[in-house]
């Protein structure tokens, strides 16, 4: 029922809002609305109001916002820190700037293979850092400058929900108040405190990571997860010695087990240091950098217990999950659920516990990946300003690259899912591992592997994984097809690129 009626709120919102666009050919940029003071009746406080107030300028923030204002609503965005958010500052982008040096550097390795004579490269972490960090500023000017174009207002600051019975905000003593308000904070990487682990706080976050001066000569990473296999291969890759400390046997536990299995031995061919069973006890600096006692454990021995310790560590990152970036909000002067991390709670249609707030993106805690906050942004503006009441994202089959080396490409159910969903009986695997034609002639050699999980008696492709040169690339187009609902028939009647990696998944047998 309070979904219902949060629904009912929104639709009647909507249908007003058409038909004051219909009265108004000029949209008015403010309007201010007095309130008295209820205590001693001093000179009223004045809020003004929009009508769709943005909490956060990053990918799902921005994105809601300009589609509100292009369906002309009076829209602001409210930012405290670089427009963009974690994608642009320090996630995605710059990540993936990193990982292109780190693939020329493997490319290296190949040349003379490949007939060429390359001697003395050289590589400079301090070039690389300048023109990244030059490409994420230019990024930043672009995000302001679409909102400039786009008449949408920037508000610089931190946003606090005020105890006013209306919804509103409060940023550096300014009142804001919309009958559409949309949190989309996002989150930031969780960290130990120095009494959950002493000296935790010698370490450093993928935030930090992007702050590095130097490359380092001695890397920790500490997490199974993908930021902890990009941020190790990366450094490994560019020469830093690199450890991973893993709580168990393998890394990326989320995944299907045929990626999680090969991308941990890729990390180990690829010469990271893998500690298996394994935290971190304590963290000691030292003139020769920092001391990491590591604790490792025998799965088979409950009390057999290793001590050991990695010297002259430079850079120690804790890459150990995220948390939802709520803090300061005052959310709970809002009524607004949240599940037992922080996330704020939302139903399909990314409502909240309180009417006229919504939330989109990792403050939500579900599909952490910056193309689900942008669509989930766009489609609650369409249904909140073009009255298309249905308009909702479908979170099934999202399509999902970690860039690690080599990369992997994942879209829908894996193996174990489609099994709990479908039943053993009916669900039948496809799957195959081969040498790319690329490292045919090269001395490094790095494996593809591919799978198809299929279900039912038509083979409805249900889920497809891969790991190996280029998967990256080409999972997009594959996505499309589960997405539309192909058969395993319909891989085989599609007509093979030869020679090509790819090709692999229309000939699987």
Known sequence: MAVFLSQLTAI?????????????????????????????RASAAETTRFDFLVIGGGSGGLAGARRAAELGANTAVIE???????????????????????VHAEYLHDHSDYGFAIENSHFSWETLKAKRDAYVSHLNRIYRNNLDKAKIETIQGHARFTDDSEPTVEVNGRKLTAPHILIATGGQPSVLSDDEVPGASLGITSDGFFELETLPKRSVIVGAGYIAVEMAGILATLGSKTSLVIRQTGVLRNFDAFISANCTK???NNGIDLWKNSQVKSVSKTDKGLEVTIITKDPEKKNDEKISIIEEVECLLWAIGRQPNISGLNIGSMGLDTDERGHIIVDEFQNTSRPGIYAVGDVCGKALLTPVAIAAGRKLAHRLFEGKKDSKLDYSSIPTVVFSHPPIGTVGLTEEEAIKSHGKENVKIYKTSFTPMYHAITSRKSPCIMKLVCVGKEEKVVGLHMQGLGCDEMLQGFAVAIKMGATKADFDNTVAIHPTSSEEFVTMR
């Open 266 to 268: 890729e990390l180990q």
């Open 80 to 102: 405290s820190h670089k427009l963009g958010g974690t994608c642009v500052n320090v996630g995605c982008v710059p990540k993936k700037v990193m990982w292109n040096a780190a």
């Open 12 to 40: 009647k919102a909507s249908t007003c809002f058409i038909a004051r666009k219909l009265i108004f050919s000029t949209p008015r940029r403010h309007e201010f609305i007095r309130r008295s003071m209820t205590s001693d």
